[in-house]
């Protein structure tokens, strides 16, 4: 996989530095990450919100990004490519901390009246698509003319195999864990919180069952019977 072994060439390159600083006793004092750490992921869009019944929360909309890592990332001059719009590239000195969160939104006073807080960056004016497209997250290039370093992609659908109920149901679009492979969209679910979890950890994703087997299939009478199902390992 290029994208892999690019990611793989990075990291043992920056090993490589650190290592010769180290062999020369220069002091090297610790920095966030760059957009060579893949730990960042776009992890939770709400990208269509309730409307059976409109209320006024029928426009709102967030993206969250998710630092799966053990360490800091630097995301200073990040944007998206395609889907939504930032008003400005994520501010000089703009980390995620580990495990931590960094939300978006295309109403940023709607935002902060639903949930309490403001959002970290808006894209006002744009908006996620209600039928799904593709939301790259990239990061600005180091040379002027260059083109952006692609860190996520999302490509997310509102029909199967996606989940349907974030479109429009009232809950959000979340990955079932930050280390998953946001591509696959078996590892998604809708939200079981009404208007997501922007900036907290997503809810647990559903449990799914095998179909359940008994033995005997026809027992007698009073006779113990044994029901046998299976579940995802973990």
Known sequence: DAMITGRLTRRLASAAVGTALAVTGLAVAPQAAHAADTDVAINEIFYHAYDVVPDAW???????????????VDVSGWSFSAGITLLAPLAAGTEIAPGGFLVGTNDPALFESKYGFPADFAYTGTSLSNSGET??????????????????????????????????????????????????????????????????????????IGTPTRTPTAPDPGQPVQVDATAPAG
Do not use: C, K
């Open 135 to 208: 939301v790259p997250l990239v990061d600005a290039p180091a040379t002027v003319g260059d083109p952006p370093t692609v860190v996520d992609t999302l490509t997310y659908d509102d029909a199967a195999p996606w989940p349907v109920q974030p479109d429009g149901s009232g809950g959000s679009l979340e990955l079932d864990g930050p280390q998953l492979d946001n591509a696959l969209a078996t590892n998604w679910h809708a939200s079981t919180a009404m208007y997501g979890t922007p900036r907290a950890v997503n809810t647990i994703a559903p449990l799914v």
């Open 58 to 72: 029928s426009g709102l909309e967030f993206i969250e990004l998710v630092n799966g890592g053990a360490d800091a």
